[in-house]
């Protein structure tokens, strides 16, 4: 029997750990997914549109502790569709590597139906495009493409392969074997000169971001170091479940706009070690904490990647190394003595914390307040439960509500594309059946991907998907009165929506709806029941109630 290219990529993507391959179906592609009937470690989940299957992927890249996810779409309209995933991957430094179906090699530079040179068109968006012109680069590509996804900055590939080489034959072509990944471990120089400076510092911070979101035994070392050395540790933006918030070293969550409370305390502090964290507009509250280009404060900065290092912000110690190795290293060390003030320094910010997310907010005159929910759905969170949340004002309820404890995870996008909550959901439930998995969306983004939940029903799936529907783009609306005060904008930012629970029963979902307090306990009892198929919570809230933190005047 000859063997194809095409199921010489199927063997190569599964030497390489796949299992999952989320993709839309297309005839540019057709020998790899027919090849996949020869494979049965690959299963291919069929999505309703590539943006959906992109988000799954990166989704799926995030679940898999530095591992990429895997997206397959067609050329053309295919690629340009699974986009927002890509920029989400490329921006949240999530590994995946996406297969592009190309148009055939002799039709190249014709405009042949759907043709785009991918070299210029994603060469802002993926870490490298990798074309296939020859079948005995296909092995070859797919171990290049999974290596450098996963290694330094993690971040999405694209592997172009022509529809005719897919069909060539490769009796003879050797698998490619998967690259041993280089991880880079913390000099002991600059361990010691960290170690002195946390060792004497009175009020350090340390922010955790997505380069630590690792295996369990990570963040339980992370954990450890924080008890033994006296730290306070702040998980950044998307990322609050990597430090257990009800932990007394809990200095907060570093998301989009700390309140004032908080961050008049931060910047009270006198070192700042971002452990595994970018340093992002959004964290470091629009380049003011620390300054750019030259913080105020003593900067620690810890990223895989040395081109990533100063390249913002000028670091006092840069440090190009794994973080959880840097964690093990310090650990490694004799605990120091904890400096005077320290303990209060950590209780304060704590403090601080416990006060700002306190389950306490009023009623709303025009629905009900968003925040009134997501304090029951924390109160029925399991201890394995996966949360995903799409993008808009809706998450700040979220994010003030929803505490984290280890075992549990969130999933989302930080670069802020909607549409992320839904399919991630779905990834979720695909890979971790039985886990309670919930997906948090506003109206808008529900109606730009939650064609999925036809994607959760044919693969037994069963995430629960709950709308806060208010009837606008809220965070649009929010910005626009801040810049435009007075002015009008409802034409520019107001929705009009389905019943959304009749939409959940259209798919074979269940339906629920709250329109007031008296229905959440009862309605998320029902729908967080362990479960068999998805279910979708149609929430009727406040629009006057913008943000978790801000009430409009009615």
Known sequence: MTRSVGRLVAESLAAHGVDLLFCVPGESFLGLTDALVDVPALKLVVCRHEGGAAYMAAADGRMRAGRAGVCMVSRGPGVSNAMIGLHTAF???????LLIGQVERRDRGRGALQEQNYEKYLADTV????????????????????????????????????????????NDIPLAKPRIRATPGPAPAQVEELAKRLATAQRPVVLVGGAMDGPPAALAALKRLA??????????????????????????????????????????????????????DVVSQSY???????????????????????????????????????????LARKTPPTPPGRAAW????????????????????????????????????TADAVLTTDAGNFTSFVHRHIPFRPGQMFLGSAVGGMGAG????????????????????????????????????????????????NGTYGSIGMHHANRYPGRNYADAADLVNPDFAAWGRAFGAEGFTIASEADIAPVLDAALAPRTKPAVVHVRASALQVTAWKRLKG
């Open 91 to 97: 921006h949240d430094a999530i590994p995946m590597v």
């Open 127 to 170: 870490k490298a495009v990798i074309p296939v012109d020859l079948p005995i680069q296909a092995s070859e590509a797919i171990a290049r493409a999974f290596h450098l996804a996963e290694s330094g900055t993690p971040g999405p590939v694209a592997v172009v392969l022509p529809e005719d080489v897919l069909d060539e034959p490769a």
């Open 227 to 280: 008890e033994e050395w006296s730290l306070p540790v702040a998980p950044t933006h998307r990322r609050p479940h990597l430090f257990d918030s009800h932990h007394p070293n809990y200095a907060g969550y570093i998301g989009n706009r700390v309140q004032p409370p908080l961050m008049a305390a931060l910047r009270e502090a006198d070192l700042l070690v971002a452990l595994g964290e970018r340093m992002t």
């Open 288 to 330: 003011t904490w620390p300054t750019a280009p030259d913080p105020q404060i003593p900067l620690v900065h810890v990223w895989p990647d040395p081109s990533e290092l100063n390249r913002v912000f000028r670091a006092d110690l840069p440090m190009a190394c794994d973080p959880a190795l840097l964690v093990e290293a310090l």
């Open 346 to 381: 950590i209780a304060r910010l704590h403090g601080l914390h416990r006060d700002l997310t306190a389950p306490r907010w009023d009623k709303a005159p025009d629905g009900v307040n968003f925040s009134a929910v997501c304090v029951a759905v924390a109160e029925r969170m």
């Open 422 to 469: 839904m399919p991630m959901a779905v990834a979720a439930s695909i890979r971790h059946p039985g886990r309670q998995v919930i997906a948090v969306t506003g109206d808008g983004g529900a109606l730009m991907t939650g064609n999925e939940i036809a994607t959760a029903m044919r693969h037994g799936a069963a995430p629960v998907l709950l709308v806060s529907d």
